[in-house]
T-cell receptor, first 114, second 115 residues
Framework: AQSVTQPDIHITVSEGASLELRCNYS??????LFWYVQSPGQGLQLLLK??????LVQGIKGFEAEFKRSQSSFNLRKPSVHWSDAAEYFC????????????FGKGTKLSVKP | EAGVVQSPRYKIIEKKQPVAFWCNPI?????LYWYLQNLGQGPELLIR????????DSQLPKDRFSAERLKGVDSTLKIQPAELGDSAVYLC?????????????FGEGSRLTVL
């Protein structure tokens, strides 16, 4: 069965420091992978997605993620975190022909220290 | 362009009462989803519509939950009767049909508290 694991429930980083959020997936076929961000009281917003091709994908707000098939991972990175990046981040894998059904991880809450 | 609109944003009810949530997707989006998000968890799919057809409702607890998408646009999710464990955020999302970018656009959610 498909599953997504985000091992870190809560991460705190200093403003200006680099960030890496981990995501591991379990899926039998070529995965469609996504990172979404959810600010408090808001819906989820897509940061970036991977369908095929270049395994390093760029997203909005300066985020990037790298797909590593050998490690079944799709980690999210940002070189310099801003206070406004404090939010909850969800990794998701798409399945089904429409890529419309997503399985989400439990999320990683990011706090940013001044 | 307007995003996905949900109402109400917040609802507090007593257990055993009914409740309904409404969702208006982005114009032109054929696919509509209802997700359940419990505190500290990621969203879980309840039901997916392609136009007015429910194509995946395997996770919808049909004894108390129902949904409809008349005319393939707006959708309503109903719970009757509500139980304490139904307290959660109910998210609606929409996307272009099968040939799409895979991006789901989410509303802000309806937060339900059952007392």
């Amino acid at each position: 069965a498909q599953s997504v694991t985000q091992p870190d429930i809560h991460i705190t980083v200093s403003e200006g420091a680099s960030l890496e959020l981990r995501c591991n997936y379990s899926y039998g076929a070529t995965p469609y992978l996504f990172w979404y961000v959810q600010s408090p009281g808001q819906g989820l917003q897509l940061l970036l997605k991977y369908f095929s091709g270049d395994t390093l994908v760029q997203g909005i707000k300066g985020f990037e993620a790298e797909f590593k098939r050998s490690q079944s991972s799709f980690n999210l990175r940002k070189p310099s975190v801003h206070w406004s990046d404090a939010a909850e981040y969800f990794c998701a894998v798409g399945y089904g022909g429409s890529q419309g059904n997503l399985i989400f991880g439990k999320g990683t809450k990011l706090s940013v220290k001044p | 362009e307007a995003g996905v609109v949900q109402s109400p944003r917040y609802k507090i009810i007593e257990k055993k009462q009914p409740v309904a949530f409404w969702c208006n997707p982005i114009s032109g989006h054929n696919t509509l989803y209802w997700y359940l998000q419990n505190l500290g968890q990621g969203p879980e799919l309840l039901i997916r519509y392609e136009n007015e057809e429910a194509v995946d409702d395997s996770q919808l607890p049909k004894d108390r939950f129902s949904a409809e998408r008349l005319k393939g646009v707006d959708s309503t999710l109903k719970i009757q009767p509500a139980e304490l464990g139904d307290s959660a955020v109910y998210l609606c999302a929409s996307s272009l049909g099968r040939v799409n970018t895979g991006e789901l656009f989410f509303g802000e959610g309806s937060r339900l508290t059952v007392l």
